[in-house]
Every structure is written in structure tokens, then in C-alpha cells.
């Protein structure tokens, strides 16, 4: 946080969540931080409740935006083209602000720490032929320019293929 206040650093980062996770996310500790310690202005978004009006902040009086940073929990199912055109937008945004971003992806966990078969593994061929789809790592879902400019606004990018 004290590279944010400095302007050293102007990245956010992926990281990875459970879809089973019944706490909040990481970056909720990661906002109250910036937003108490370090007077920053903080724009977290809940990326499965989030209204498409709400997904980006208000525009500053100022055009400043260094003292934002942009935060967005439990990005998930970027197989429906309206979440990834929405989850695009972000980074865009973000890009375009130059805001770092600072996103979290939920994973599956396949086998919940048993050694029993994932359910999709117990349906029709054509349901485990769509599931094997949609369990593609995250970001395979977003167009390569948009791949591009999340680089940009956020590091451990790589690790989401």
C-alpha cells in the first residue's frame, strides 16, 4: 500500500478464490487497508451482484485518479458474453484511468479435497463436454487486446491460463 502512496507501483494483481469460500473475500482487507491507513479511494465491485451501472466509480471532479485503486470480487462464469464484455469494460476503465486493478477469480475446486470424481464427471457426454468448457481457466473467455491491457493494471495475469 505504501508503493500506491509513493506512486511507485501502478499495478493491482489476480488472485484466485473458491467458489465454496463462505468468508469474505482477501480484498475487502486490501480496501479497509487503503481506505483507512492510506486515505485512498477504493471502488470494489461484486462482480455477481454488481448492476452494470454500478460496475465503474464516479469520474472525479479533478480527472485525478491517483489515489484510486479498483477492486473486483468473485469474477466468475466470463463464459457468458454479457460477464465478459462487463469484466472487458473493467479493465479498460482501469487501463484507460490508469487505476491499478486488483481482481479476484473463483476456481473451482474440482474435487473438494476427497478423492470422489467431480460431479460433472457422473453426467451425459454432452453435459461433461460443456462443463469441461466452462471449467477452462478464466481468462481463456476474454479477447486477447483485453488480455493485453489486464497486463497493464495487473500482475499474476499468467497465472489464470
Not at 477504493?42 to 485525478?64: M, W, Y
Not at 490508469?98 to 460433472?120: C, R
Amino acid at each position: 500500500m505504501k508503493a500506491y502512496e509513493n506512486e511507485t507501483i501502478a499495478k493491482g494483481h489476480c488472485i484466485k478464490g473458491n467458489r465454496r469460500q463462505t468468508t469474505a473475500s482477501a480484498l475487502w482487507t486490501l480496501a479497509f487497508a487503503a481506505t483507512w491507513r492510506f486515505a485512498m479511494r477504493v471502488h470494489i465491485v461484486n462482480f455477481a451482484r454488481c448492476k452494470p451501472q454500478d460496475l465503474l466509480p464516479e469520474e472525479p471532479t479533478s480527472g485525478d485518479y491517483s489515489k484510486l485503486i479498483f477492486l473486483v470480487e468473485g469474477v466468475d462464469k466470463l463464459w457468458m458474453p454479457e460477464k465478459a464484455f462487463q469484466y472487458e469494460t473493467i479493465v479498460s476503465w482501469c487501463e484507460r484511468a490508469q487505476v491499478p486493478l486488483w481482481s479476484e477469480f473463483l476456481m473451482n475446486d474440482l474435487n473438494n479435497g476427497t478423492s470422489e470424481k467431480p460431479l460433472f464427471f457422473k453426467k451425459s457426454s454432452f453435459e461433461t463436454k460443456i462443463a469441461a468448457k466452462k471449467n477452462l481457466p478464466p481468462l481463456r473467455w476474454l479477447a486477447p487486446d483485453c488480455l493485453s491491457r489486464l497486463g497493464d493494471v495487473a500482475s499474476g495475469v499468467e497465472s489464470f491460463f
